[in-house]
């Protein structure tokens, strides 16, 4: 697998089919491509990433791609989840999997779009929000 290749398979897949969608195959490939990122990090690859969970858990796959952005530079990885998270167009499974990543990545440049994900119809997302703003605060009160 290529770089090149790797990154067209997610531009490809914004976002990734819902669950009952899916095929072994594309998460197979999606699965492949996480794996590529977290030997190979690239910055392209992070808002990808954000923008690439469908709706459901990706077979189980959404929760390791966590691991390929402890690979990046830090700032990029926040201001990605910042971006992704202030865009009020995205659908909620994109919004609940960066409001959960956001608790990772604590930073105050999160807050604004924690609060539009705090605002959402869909009490899975809320209470992600929650947790992050929450972690947000305990970092806050430590520094």
Not at 28 to 48: Q, S
Not at 58 to 80: H, P, R, T
Not at 117 to 136: F, G
């Amino acid at each position: 697998m290529t770089k090149d290749d790797a990154l067209n398979f997610l531009l490809r897949h914004q976002p990734m089919p819902c669950d009952k969608d899916l095929t072994q195959d594309i998460i197979n490939k999606y699965d492949d491509v996480r794996k590529f990122f977290i030997k190979n990090p690239d910055r392209k690859a992070i808002e990808l990433f954000l923008r690439s969970f469908g709706e459901g858990d990706g077979w189980g796959v959404y929760q390791l791609v966590e691991d390929f952005f402890y690979q990046c530079c830090n700032i990029d990885v926040k201001k990605e989840i910042q971006k992704v998270l202030e865009d009020i167009t995205i659908p909620d499974s994109i919004r609940y999997w960066v409001t959960q990543i956001a608790a990772a990545f604590s930073d105050e440049i999160l807050r604004n779009g924690l609060q539009v994900s705090l605002q959402s119809k869909n009490i899975d997302i809320r209470d992600a929000a929650k947790v992050a703003i929450n972690q947000l605060d305990e970092y806050k009160k430590k520094n």
